[in-house]
């Protein structure tokens, strides 16, 4: 039998959630047995076994990602190069596309200073998209945050303060545009009802192929580890 951590709550069904680590949590009602929470697990060992190896791979991949000088990463949708630099200032290079770090930086560091230069760069190019929109859509914002959210690329309170993940400048100008124009969208309609979607189809036409970008570059990230220690 597979071991699991067990948390028993209110809850009316059992769900069953693999960490990264690959290690189960199962969260059960109160009221279930063990031996019935044990036939449930056993139910699932092919869909467990199949998303242990996808998480396991997914994991592995993470634990070896670093950063080093003459890497290139994605910026705006296109390849932007990590090079070294003498003296103690980074910097960006927009023309040429290449993120400067001073060349005493070690790898932890590297991806530290990278993720500095993307969220001054994200605020920066946020902010202008959210403006232009603004005034196409006719809404107000009541505030911007550029965020380290892990699972989400936006979103918009119930006070219409609109967040943005900073990881969403990893994605293409026209990718960004839809991420903007859904979250400006729900200021109208804090759902996704089909008045909010054609709300958002009137601005970006393809978001549906903006939405499968999206889940490209989502994917890609899981792969890759963008945390601090």
């Not at 634990?63 to 090079?83: A, H, M, Q, W």
């Not at 980074?90 to 790898?107: G, S, T, V």
């Not at 994200?122 to 959210?130: C, P």
Request: proline share 3%; aromatic share 10%.
């Amino acid at each position: 039998m597979r071991e699991y951590t067990l948390i028993k709550s209110k809850r009316k069904t059992i769900s069953i959630k693999i960490n990264e680590d690959a290690s189960l949590e199962v969260r059960a009602p109160n009221h279930l047995s063990k031996k019935k929470i044990d036939e449930h697990i056993q139910s699932k060992e092919k869909w467990i076994a199949k998303h242990t190896k996808e998480i396991r791979e997914k994991y592995k991949l993470k634990k070896e990602f670093t950063l080093n000088f003459n890497d290139y990463v994605s910026l705006r949708g296109e390849k932007t190069y990590i090079l070294p630099l003498k003296g103690k200032t980074a910097k960006y290079d927009e023309e040429k596309r290449i993120f400067y770090i001073p060349d005493f930086a070690n790898q932890e560091q590297i991806k530290e200073i990278v993720i500095q230069l993307y969220k001054l760069i994200a605020k920066s190019y946020i902010q202008q998209r959210v403006s232009f929109f603004s005034k196409e859509m006719n809404v107000n914002p009541k505030g911007l945050r550029i965020t380290s959210a892990k699972t989400r690329w936006g979103s918009c309170s119930g006070k219409n303060t609109i967040n943005f993940s900073w990881k969403l400048i990893m994605a293409a100008d026209e990718t960004i545009d839809y991420v903007v124009v859904h979250e400006l969208a729900h200021i109208k309609q804090h759902n996704h009802s089909p008045k909010f979607w054609k709300i958002v189809e009137s601005i970006i036409p393809d978001y549906k192929v903006q939405k499968e970008k999206l889940k490209e570059l989502g994917e890609k990230l899981s792969q890759e580890n963008w945390e601090l220690k």
